[in-house]
């Protein structure tokens, strides 16, 4: 099978960011940037069934240059190839499903993997809307993935509100992926010198002729309201004095 | 101006209470940039749900029926959603920021290559133009974004508006006449997690355990002290990860997100995913053996101690509380 997996760099979602003071965006320097923990699932569930059934694992990246980091842990964990589009410019998801969209018609791979939600944008839209574009079925918060013996439909369980979910896709397809698919592997030391060599063909944004102008515009970024927390209690009698004489919530 | 459509969430003709939030968040936008509310139910012998949302004060309920819809998926959902706008002219369609929101909403988006704000907490207005707040980054960052083109989408996040309540007046309810094809895409199953508790995201009261309850026989402490509240069981990724708990108990960044008045967390550390599920409750309880744990400094009341000793003695407590 031919496997696109998409994969997006983000901050280290370990780390606190912090907003800039003029609330134009978070603070990026010494913070590490680091494949968005759901498209790690993704890599990870590709190479999974590569192992199985056989094919290619394509990575596929919309951005800057700089990407080319994250990319390369993805060919180090194991995939084949990878293509960057190429952009400086600040795309909204719409945006990013369009230039893929491109990018899926050039390869027309079995399906198409992704996240479920990037952690620093944290939208959940792109597969869905890559989906519409394809006009391909789409399959969301995947946490099983089981394909019929001919490789033409695949049966996805999704994570609910209320429990499991399974649907069956025919492919080609969208699925994007929720955290109990599997855990990811990490690039070996030979997987990292090997990734080296891999192809990675840059495709410039520009070139696709797609129309990738902001619909959803970020004006500024300003930080939540604070909890004034910190507050301890020495033992649970004074635990329930508080909740019932001062929260009142007994 | 242009109206508001909500598409409203039930399980197979079971009415979810997401849809009454939603229900607000038109409201509001509504008194901003005009335009009355309606209201989209799509199943199948779902006249119940579309009569439960014609009493919550939209203008109308359009019903659309039929096999097709009998099992909610995307593929049928989002084709009749954007058939609907482009017929009636809906200048903005909301959904809840359920997984069911989240799974059609942005295919409505690709559809109409109009633009979706997931996850909304806020509106406002600046001069003409209307300004929508979401949060990014777990919840450690509120963005105010601006939507160009039309119409808008809306996913609304159930916490940060209350339920629409009851109106003195039904609204009518229309039954329109639309069809879907799924075509690739089938249903096979559901898994329900059985439970005879409120909703994580409604209940008042919210008992979540993390990887401090270190096994599933464990959980019983948690339900004692759940069910002296009537509470909702929640936890964290790693009780869920263990298979300690179902994974539509986890509570935060990327499960659901809770405010309730009393939220209780035993045995959590406090990680940033976590924390953006529920630092937005009112009364936060922390019980940890580890005084450093970050979840004391959003608790309201830390109490440093072991869980196992703890929390029975929680549970003695208020019950001779509730006997005196
Ligand atoms: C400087 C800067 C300015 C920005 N300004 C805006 C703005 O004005 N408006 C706005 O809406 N957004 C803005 N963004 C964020 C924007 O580029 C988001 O990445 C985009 O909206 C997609 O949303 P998401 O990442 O939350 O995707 P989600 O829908 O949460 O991601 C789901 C999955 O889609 C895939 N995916 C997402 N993005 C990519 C990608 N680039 N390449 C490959 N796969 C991908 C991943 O697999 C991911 O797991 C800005 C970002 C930067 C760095
Ligand atoms: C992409 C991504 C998404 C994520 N999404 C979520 C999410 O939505 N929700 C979420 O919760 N997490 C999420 N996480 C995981 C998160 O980062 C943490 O790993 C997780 O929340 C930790 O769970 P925990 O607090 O139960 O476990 P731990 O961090 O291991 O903490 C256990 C705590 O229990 C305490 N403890 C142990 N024994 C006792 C005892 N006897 N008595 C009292 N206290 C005790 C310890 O002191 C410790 O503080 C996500 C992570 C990633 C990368």
């Given at each position: 099978?031919?496997?696109?997996?998409?994969?997006?760099?983000?901050?280290?979602?370990?780390?606190?960011?912090?907003?800039?003071?003029?609330?134009?965006?978070?603070?990026?320097?010494?913070i590490?940037?680091?494949?968005?923990?759901?498209?790690?699932?993704?890599?990870?569930?590709?190479?999974?069934?590569?192992?199985?059934?056989?094919?290619e694992?394509?990575?596929?990246?919309?951005?800057?240059?700089?990407?080319?980091?994250?990319?390369?842990?993805?060919?180090?964990?194991?995939?084949?190839?990878?293509?960057?589009?190429?952009?400086?410019?600040?795309?909204?998801?719409?945006?990013?499903?369009?230039?893929?969209?491109k990018?899926?018609?050039?390869?027309?791979?079995?399906?198409?993997?992704?996240?479920?939600?990037?952690v620093?944008?944290?939208?959940?839209?792109?597969?869905?809307?890559?989906?519409?574009?394809?006009?391909?079925?789409?399959?969301?918060?995947?946490?099983?993935?089981?394909?019929?013996?001919?490789?033409?439909?695949?049966?996805?369980?999704?994570?609910?509100?209320?429990?499991?979910?399974?649907?069956?896709?025919?492919?080609?397809?969208?699925?994007?992926?929720?955290?109990?698919?599997?855990?990811?592997?990490?690039?070996?030391?030979?997987?990292?010198?090997?990734?080296?060599?891999?192809?990675?063909?840059?495709?410039?944004?520009?070139?696709?002729?797609?129309?990738?102008?902001?619909?959803?515009?970020?004006?500024?970024?300003?930080?939540p309201?604070?909890?004034?927390?910190?507050?301890?209690?020495a033992?649970?009698?004074?635990?329930?004095?508080?909740?019932?004489?001062?929260?009142?919530?007994l | 101006?242009?109206?508001?459509?909500?598409?409203?969430?039930?399980?197979?003709g079971?009415?979810?209470?997401?849809?009454?939030?939603?229900?607000?968040?038109?409201?509001?936008?509504?008194?901003?940039?005009?335009?009355?509310?309606?209201?989209?139910?799509?199943?199948?012998?779902?006249?119940?749900?579309?009569?439960?949302?014609?009493?919550?004060?939209?203008?109308?309920?359009?019903?659309?029926?039929?096999?097709?819809?009998?099992?909610?998926?995307?593929?049928?959902?989002?084709?009749?959603?954007?058939?609907?706008?482009?017929?009636k002219g809906?200048?903005?369609?909301?959904?809840?920021?359920?997984?069911?929101?989240?799974?059609?909403?942005?295919?409505?988006?690709?559809?109409?290559?109009?633009?979706?704000?997931?996850?909304?907490?806020?509106?406002?207005?600046?001069?003409?133009?209307?300004?929508?707040?979401?949060?990014?980054?777990?919840?450690?960052?509120?963005?105010?974004?601006?939507?160009?083109?039309?119409?808008l989408?809306?996913?609304?996040?159930?916490?940060?508006?209350?339920?629409?309540?009851?109106?003195?007046?039904?609204?009518?309810?229309?039954?329109?006449s639309?069809?879907?094809?799924?075509?690739?895409?089938?249903?096979?199953?559901?898994?329900?997690?059985?439970?005879e508790?409120?909703?994580?995201t409604?209940?008042?009261?919210?008992?979540?355990?993390?990887?401090?309850?270190?096994?599933?026989?464990?959980?019983?402490?948690?339900?004692?002290?759940?069910?002296?509240?009537?509470?909702?069981?929640?936890?964290?990724?790693?009780?869920?990860?263990?298979?300690?708990?179902?994974?539509?108990?986890?509570?935060g960044?990327t499960?659901?997100?809770?405010?309730?008045?009393?939220?209780?967390?035993?045995?959590?550390?406090?990680?940033?995913?976590?924390?953006?599920?529920?630092?937005?409750?009112?009364?936060?309880?922390?019980?940890?053996?580890?005084?450093?744990?970050?979840?004391?400094?959003?608790?309201?009341?830390?109490?440093?101690?072991?869980?196992?000793k703890?929390?029975?003695?929680?549970i003695?407590?208020?019950?001779?509380?509730?006997?005196?």
């Open positions: 099978m031919k496997i696109l997996v998409a994969i997006k760099p983000v901050p280290n979602p370990d780390e606190r960011v912090k907003i800039r003071k003029d609330g134009s965006g978070v603070v990026l320097d010494n590490k940037m680091v494949i968005n923990p759901f498209c790690e699932i993704a890599v990870e569930e590709a190479l999974r069934i590569r192992e199985k059934r056989g094919g694992v394509v990575i596929l990246t919309i951005g800057p240059k700089e990407s080319e980091q994250q990319v390369r842990t993805a060919l180090a964990m194991g995939a084949d190839r990878a293509i960057l589009v190429e952009t400086t410019k600040e795309l909204d998801s719409l945006g990013v499903a369009k230039l893929m969209a990018a899926v018609e050039q390869e027309k791979p079995d399906f198409v993997i992704m996240g479920k939600q990037a620093d944008d944290d939208n959940n839209q792109v597969g869905q809307i890559l989906a519409a574009i394809l006009s391909q079925p789409q399959a969301t918060f995947g946490s099983k993935i089981e394909f019929s013996e001919d490789g033409k439909k695949a049966n996805v369980t999704r994570e609910v509100d209320g429990g499991l979910e399974t649907i069956g896709v025919t492919l080609p397809a969208v699925i994007t992926t929720d955290l109990r698919l599997n855990e990811p592997r990490y690039a070996s030391l030979p997987g990292i010198m090997k990734a080296k060599k891999k192809e990675m063909k840059v495709i410039p944004a520009d070139s696709l002729g797609v129309d990738a102008s902001l619909k959803v515009r970020v004006l500024f970024l300003a930080p309201k604070e909890r004034a927390g910190g507050r301890k209690v033992d649970v009698a004074e635990l329930v004095d508080k909740l019932k004489n001062e929260a009142k919530v | 101006m242009a109206d508001i459509l909500v598409v409203v969430e039930h399980q197979e079971a009415f979810r209470k997401t849809t009454l939030s939603t229900i607000s968040a038109a409201k509001v936008l509504a008194g901003l940039i005009g335009g009355e509310v309606d209201a989209l139910v799509l199943g199948q012998g779902v006249r119940s749900v579309a009569d439960t949302v014609a009493a919550h004060g939209v203008r109308g309920v359009l019903l659309g029926e039929g096999e097709v819809f009998a099992r909610y998926l995307a593929v049928s959902y989002a084709p009749v959603v954007a058939q609907l706008v482009n017929e809906y200048g903005a369609v909301l959904a809840p920021a359920s997984t069911f929101g989240k799974d059609f909403m942005p295919r409505l988006s690709g559809l109409l290559d109009a633009p979706l704000a997931s996850d909304i907490v806020g509106f406002a207005k600046e001069g003409n133009s209307l300004r929508v707040q979401r949060p990014m980054y777990a919840g450690n960052a509120v963005a105010t974004v601006e939507l160009v083109g039309s119409p989408l809306f996913t609304v996040r159930q916490t940060a508006f209350d339920p629409a309540p009851k109106a003195d007046a039904k609204a009518p309810v229309t039954p329109v639309v069809t879907a094809d799924p075509g690739g895409t089938t249903f096979v199953g559901r898994e329900e997690t059985r439970s508790r409120p909703e994580l409604d209940a008042r009261v919210v008992v979540s355990a993390g990887r401090g309850i270190k096994s599933p026989e464990n959980f019983k402490l948690v339900e004692q002290l759940a069910d002296l509240f009537q509470a909702a069981i929640g936890a964290s990724r790693a009780a869920v990860d263990a298979g300690w708990a179902p994974n539509d108990w986890q509570v960044q499960g659901k997100i809770v405010a309730p008045e009393l939220y209780f967390a035993l045995g959590i550390s406090g990680a940033i995913q976590h924390l953006a599920g529920m630092k937005d409750s009112k009364v936060i309880v922390a019980i940890n053996k580890d005084e450093e744990a970050p979840i004391f400094q959003v608790a309201d009341y830390g109490l440093v101690a072991d869980l196992f703890a929390v029975p003695d929680l003695a407590e208020l019950k001779k509380l509730k006997s005196a």
